[in-house]
């Protein structure tokens, strides 16, 4: 007669519970600027922000960008953005955040 394996294996620990950072301020809001405004640029800035600890801004990189101009001055004004940071397990920690920025002309 064949045994049924043991049963006593301890149970996997639940994965810690990874909270993602969050925007807290904006101080400026993303704005065209007159050079992009002038050349009827549109679309979408795809960003990669760095956030530490503390929620502090460390890097903004551009991973798809519309206009130099433009995208220096969006990087420019997500470094002046705050967010609460992610936190891993109840503890705060560095932190990657993509966000996009849908830039359309008022017609």
Do not use: H, N
């Not at 679309?43 to 798809?64: A, F, M, Q, T």
């Amino acid at each position: 007669m064949a045994q049924a394996p043991p049963t006593g294996a301890p149970a996997a620990a639940p994965a810690p519970q990874l909270v993602p950072a969050r925007v807290l301020g904006q101080p400026r809001s993303l704005e065209y600027t007159p050079e992009a405004r002038r050349l009827g640029i549109e679309g979408l800035i795809v960003l990669e922000i760095e956030i530490d600890e503390r929620g502090r801004v460390v890097d903004v990189r551009i991973r798809k960008g519309l206009e130099d101009g433009l995208d220096r001055a969006v990087i420019r004004t997500v470094k002046t953005w705050t967010f609460a940071p992610a936190t891993l397990a109840g503890r705060a920690i560095r932190s990657t955040s993509i966000r996009r920025a849908r830039f359309e002309l008022e017609r």
